[in-house]
C-alpha cells in the first residue's frame, strides 16, 4: 500500500479543511520530508497517521479524547 495524500479536516490545530499533504510516489525519490516551525503542528500530523492506521497516538499526545477541532 502507497499512501499518495493525507487531508485532515478539523484535526486538531487543521481547523476547516487545509491543503492535503502530499507524499512521494516517485521510485527514485521516495522519500517525504516534513520541515516547520515548532508549533505549526508536525506532531499533529504524526498523530493523525497513528490514528489512522493503530487507532493510537504518540505517548506525549495531550487530551488524547479532544481530536476534532470545533472552532467556529
Do not use: C
Amino acid at each position: 500500500m502507497k499512501l499518495h495524500e493525507l487531508k485532515m479536516v478539523n484535526w486538531r490545530s487543521f481547523y476547516g479543511e487545509p491543503p492535503a499533504v502530499r507524499f512521494s510516489t516517485d521510485t527514485e525519490k521516495n522519500v517525504t520530508v516534513i520541515h516547520a516551525p515548532n508549533g505549526s503542528g508536525k506532531t499533529n500530523l504524526l498523530n493523525a497517521l497513528l490514528w489512522l492506521f493503530a487507532g493510537t497516538t504518540s505517548p506525549n499526545f495531550q487530551q488524547p479524547k479532544q481530536l476534532i477541532n470545533k472552532q467556529s
